[in-house]
């Protein structure tokens, strides 16, 4: 496995835009490869190549646990709904908290897959919230840019007692 040091809230990088991938290099499928096992090294269920300090436009997506992550390349949230849902997130780059955060139901997304090849679908619920949460790291925001008022919360210790287990 071949895990790449996440940046931390601070790191300017994280505020920076991505640029769109017009070839997908040996170098970039293998970001994705370090990516996917970074995300799995630390339990998370998306993350942005941003994160792991390249600007380029790729997210991955594993809203279920036990199976492959989505990898969408140049991905564009092309309509939102207007029913939305508020829920708990959380982020790699903000170690250690969660906070409630508010998103469309359902989202179009426009993307390319591992092959570059051009797809388009629906997602809802957490799989929408997941490339919500991504997208905004592509353009530099975070979630806590748009959390809830109040509801940041450490939650450190309850963290490190998961990991533990694992
Ligand atoms: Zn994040």
Redesign the pocket.
Known sequence: MSERTVRQTGDEILRKQSKDVSELTDRLKELIVDMKDTMKIHGGC?L?AV?VGVLKKIIICAPEEDKEPVVLINPEIISSSSETEEDSEG????DGYRGQVVRPKSIVVKAKDENMNDMEFDAEGFFARIIC??VD?LNGV??TDKVVPGTLKDVNEEESTKEEIE
């Open positions: 998306g942005a994160q982020c790699l780059s903000v949460h991504e790291h975070l979630y």
